[in-house]
């Protein structure tokens, strides 16, 4: 599902016009960036939980030369799925 369908989904089951639909996603993807940027999750009962993590620096191959490179430590987004979405989804 693009952005764009996601609106219109939002727009159509909240009984918003898709401009504010919009406006209600853009703010929630600003909030959650902003939150995470902050070093703090994101938790959504039932939904899930945003975290960010580190990855260490590691060693990888360039697949064309196959010469070993050192991929660099960096901060990554994880998402944990909550029970209910998980019981919804799965089954």
Do not use: C, H, Y
């Not at 898709?18 to 209600?24: L, T």
């Not at 196959?66 to 994880?78: L, Q, Y």
């Amino acid at each position: 599902m693009s952005k764009a369908e996601l609106v219109e989904k939002i727009a159509s089951q909240a009984g918003l016009t898709k401009a504010d639909a919009e406006r209600a996603v853009n703010a929630f993807i600003n909030v959650v960036t902003s939150t995470l940027k902050g070093g703090d999750d994101v938790t959504l009962v039932g939904f899930g939980t945003f975290t960010t993590g580190d990855r260490a620096a590691r060693q990888g191959r360039n697949p064309q030369t196959g010469k070993t490179i050192t991929i660099a430590a960096k901060k990554v987004v994880k998402f944990k799925p909550g029970k209910a979405l998980k019981e919804e989804v799965g089954g």
